[in-house]
């Protein structure tokens, strides 16, 4: 099939992000946050920016279904739309960063990704206050602002500096890759994957590893970097894939500086 023009997806993007979340960040009252779990948070923003975002993307792809975080969290089955068929699926992050954008803290952006087959074939990372967009397509490069992305080669593990994002590990495991930074030249948590990913590709960080991977939090930025020349694969090894949601992924700026953080920080699995 034919893929929709990447830049009307960014137009919308960009429209919704004006219209639905820009104007609310930090303007939101106590009612207009909630919690969906303990310590995941929901805003007004997300709700009216996925159901925009819904609305205008099914319309641009006559067809095409979504499988988007709030739709989700509603009804979990939702997620398997994305290798229920044939049909293309979009797959949506409103506010990726949640807890920032609710606490007024300008880390948050726009996650959207397409999938066909069961495989990410565009993606999409907003960053609406630095006015930033990431677009990537199979096979086509990762590009911003006209200019070609590219990957920071990796490197020995004390010259490397990335995002070791520790939150959702058993304690124990927290414990064990929290003593682990000392041996990075730097590591951060910047609690949005989107900003992360922003980092992977804009040469301010080299690696990075989640144990979490909700499609609509890595299934944009993973492509991106891919193709941006970077490593990226499951901890196993295998190709990431936005319909699984077990295990984890780890992206390094080649294959064998990918091995030597899977023996340091994996290495139950090396």
């Not at 089955?77 to 979009?90: E, Y």
């Not at 941006?228 to 064998?256: F, N, S």
């Amino acid at each position: 099939m034919n893929l929709p023009d990447p830049d009307k997806v960014a137009a919308i993007i960009r429209d919704v992000a004006a219209t639905e979340i820009v104007p609310r960040f930090r303007s939101l009252s106590k009612a207009d946050i909630r919690e969906k779990g303990p310590g995941d948070l929901v805003t007004i923003a997300d709700e009216a920016a996925e159901r925009a975002l819904t609305a205008r993307l099914t319309d641009l792809l006559p067809g095409s279904l979504v499988v988007g975080e709030e739709a989700c969290a509603a009804d979990p089955a939702i997620l398997s739309r994305i290798t229920a068929g044939d049909d293309p699926v979009w797959i949506i992050d409103p506010v990726d960063g949640t807890a920032n954008f609710a606490n007024g803290r300008p880390v948050f952006a726009v996650l959207l990704a397409l999938a066909l087959g069961g495989r990410t074939v565009a993606g999409w990372i907003y960053d609406p206050v630095g006015e930033r967009m990431a677009v990537a397509e199979r096979g086509q490069g990762a590009w911003m602002g006209g200019q070609r992305l590219t990957a920071l080669p990796g490197g020995p593990i004390p010259s490397l500096r990335g995002s070791l994002s520790t939150k959702f590990f058993p304690a124990e495991e927290k414990k064990r890759l929290e003593a682990l930074r000392p041996h990075f030249a730097s590591t951060y948590r910047l609690f949005c994957a989107a900003h992360e990913y922003l980092n992977l590709l804009t040469g301010q960080g080299q690696f990075a590893c989640y144990n979490r991977i909700m499609p609509w939090d890595h299934a944009a930025g993973a492509l991106a970097y891919a193709e941006a020349g970077g490593h990226v694969a499951r901890w196993d090894g295998g190709d990431y894939q936005p319909g699984r949601t077990d295990g984890g992924i780890l992206m390094a700026g080649d294959q064998e500086t990918w091995g030597d953080l899977r023996r340091l920080l994996l290495p139950n699995l090396a």
